[in-house]
């Protein structure tokens, strides 16, 4: 992943979608990539200067990388109001406008959930025995 810090903090942010709002409507693949996106920016953080702290939630936009696009996080610190944009692909206009730029390698997130009860079929020996698990077994409040 590609992370920049640009030289001018981006102030109108017209056209971005609010993180939370795109991960409401976004794939599992596409929140695998928000979470590694986030990640590199903490990893990123001794090259391009990031403190840990965001002015406000990130936001989500699209470069055009044909024939499809790309995502980019953009991250603004709440100090001077620094700004931070995170992408998979390599973008030669942001490095005109960076002052600090480095690549990390995306961490390895699966983009799948874990499995719930539902998800996990009855033992055979249970229906032979006619044996039903307890799932209210747990102490309230548990």
Known sequence: MFVYRLTEPIDLFDGLTPLPNWLAST???????????ILALAD????????GDMRHLPSVGALPTPPETTPFLVVKQDNNGTTFIV???STPWL???ANAC???E??????????TTDDIPQLDFMHAT?????LNSHEPGF
Do not use: F, K, M
Request: overall charge negative.
């Open 102 to 104: 480095t690549q990390v």
């Open 106 to 115: 995306p961490r390895p997130i699966g983009a799948w959930t874990h499995p």
């Open 95 to 97: 490095h005109e406008r």
């Open 130 to 134: 006619g044996e039903q698990p307890d």
């Open 87 to 89: 992408t998979t692909s």
């Open 44 to 51: 990123a953080t001794p090259d391009i200067g990031w403190h």
């Open 27 to 37: 794939s599992a693949c596409n929140i695998r990539w928000a979470l590694q996106a």
